[in-house]
């Protein structure tokens, strides 16, 4: 029998892992503080630590004096250079493959998602594996890959990703057999609201526009899955009872409303102009159709995320992407927003560097799970 010797282990790995997350999220923290923390003992957390170091993933950052009697005590700091991971997303419009530390992007491949896969994801094989090699002294942990659609996180199953990948695609077993790392595979957005993770926060909304919309919803560290893992489908929620037809079969879904291929459609019907996207956030203030048609979205997903907050009760929703990135637009969501009634039942902000998150995503879920436990 071995099964005690396993738990034995696999608790032993839990407060390793534990005891990383702690510094991941506090900072600098001394081993009679982190054994506060942590309820372990003094001498397991030195036991920890020394496992630790001897990894290179904690070092010594200096000296703090605490208490009346002045005890110095050593300051620990996890090393977030020592860990890599590749990061893959894949969204309907752009993947993004990238090589990161905990906390830089050391390389970041763009490619346009319908050519990057036309022949089957060979050429992506060939792109994670280039960038793996740049991972160097570092401990490689694998590869993250964040997908649109709907994913089954456990079998690294893409389910739908409506149109980029076979429905029922084992994509992270394909990879990994072109590749030789090992890969996990999660839902795009739930993977940027993770790459969040290690702020102070840790209930909250992410609110992701473009080029479609959706959702992930983190209580208490975790990502709320639902019954089949599709909770946070707030895209997919019906704010028209039999309105315009929506990609995933329904009608009068929020993102038949607010898509970019929505709003780029609906300006050119107005106006008999086609412009780009970017364009007609640009004219959001001094073009009177892309005010009306924008002012309609911004209203629409105050609504929906008004809604959802209500339910749900975040400490804060994060928006990112789209219609978010413009300052002119995220203050008439904030605006609309109270006009509902919803204002100063939660907090509103944006993430900020819409771009990293993309980066970062992948690879920060893999790290995360085999790194840090959570
Ligand atoms: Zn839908």
Sequence with gaps: MTGGTRSLKGLRRGNKEAVLFLLLREGEMSRVRIAANTGLTTASVTQLVKELMSEGLVTESGEVA?????RRETLLRFEGDRIAAVGVNVESDLTHVSLCTWGEVLAEEIYPTPEFFAHGIDRLGERVKALAAGCGKRR???????????????????????????????????????????????????????????????????VKHAPGIGCAVISDLSVVAGAAGRAGEIGHTVVREGGEPCRCGKRGCLEAYVSEKHIKALYLSKTGVELPIEEIYDRYGSDDAAEEILEECVRLIALSVGNAAMLLNPVRVLTTGGIFSRTALFDALCKAVDRAG????????????????KAFSGARHIMLERVFGV
């Design 66 to 70: 605490r208490g009346a009697a002045g």
């Design 140 to 206: 490689c942990v694998g590869t993250g890959v964040a997908v649109a659609g709907i994913a089954d996180e456990k079998n690294g199953v893409s389910v739908k990703s409506y149109g980029i990948f076979p429905d029922g695609y084992p994509l992270a077993e394909e990879l990994s057999r072109r590749t030789g790392l090992e890969t996990a595979l999660i839902n795009n957005v739930r993977a940027q609201a993770r790459a969040l993770i290690a702020g102070k926060e840790d209930s909250f909304m992410l």
């Design 342 to 357: 919803f204002g100063g039942a939660f907090a509103l902000s944006r993430v900020g560097d819409d771009a990293k998150l």
